[in-house]
Each structure stands twice: as C-alpha cells, then as structure tokens.
C-alpha cells in the first residue's frame, strides 16, 4: 500500500539529492533504497535493485551489502511504500523508495525473503 502522507516525507528528501546532487540516505526509522539515472527511465532502479537477487543466498537468508536493495524492496512484512523521483540540478534523476516498517532486520530473512515462484 502506498500513502500519501508517507510521500510528502519523500518529496523532501528526493529534492534534497537533487540539490546535494549525490546519493545520500536520510537515516530515518524506514527502510530506504536510493538510486540516480542519468537516462530519462527512473523504473531502471527498482529493475537494478531487484536485479541484485542473482547473488541473494537464500541458504545463508541473511543480510548482505550487495543485496540490501533487494531484499528490503520484497520484505513481506513492509506494508507502507512511498517511491519519488526529482530531477537534480544535475540532469540526473533521483528517486527515493522508504518502506515502513524497515526490512532488512537480523533473523527475519526466512520468512521475509521468499524464493520466487517463477525461478525457484
């Protein structure tokens, strides 16, 4: 589910990287996941954070660097979504995804990142 209150949140902190022109998380108590394109496609970040699922070791169904984006965008227990995009000063597109409640917490990836039903 979306909210609308949730994304008058984001649209502070998507216009803060457009100003800031860099990726810079904002440390709230929601999971996040940032990214910038330089191509006119905002949907390539949500395409390259649920790309990251290649190296997600659903043996070990623990946290990992290389695919927090990944993991926090199918959290199952996440109910709220907001998801922004700004164009910088830059040229560059920045979008913002914050999810409530945050994902990615110690000892809940089992039931929280399910293997896809189309490719085991």
Not at 61 to 76: N, P, V
Request: charged letters at 25%; glycine letters at 8%.
């Amino acid at each position: 589910m979306i909210s609308a209150d949730y994304m008058d949140v984001q649209t502070w902190h998507w216009k803060k990287l457009g100003v800031i022109d860099k990726l810079e998380y904002s440390n709230g108590n929601y999971g996040e996941n940032i990214c910038f394109r330089v191509d006119d496609d905002p949907v390539k970040c949500v395409e390259q954070w649920y790309n990251e699922s290649r190296e997600y070791d659903y043996s070990k169904a623990e946290y990992s660097d290389g695919t927090r984006h990944f993991t926090q965008l199918i959290w199952k227990s996440s109910k709220l979504m907001g998801v922004a995009q700004h164009r910088g000063t830059s040229g560059k597109i920045f979008v913002v995804a914050r999810y409530m409640p945050a994902g990615n917490s110690a000892g809940q990836f089992v039931k929280n990142v399910p293997r896809s039903k189309f490719n085991g």
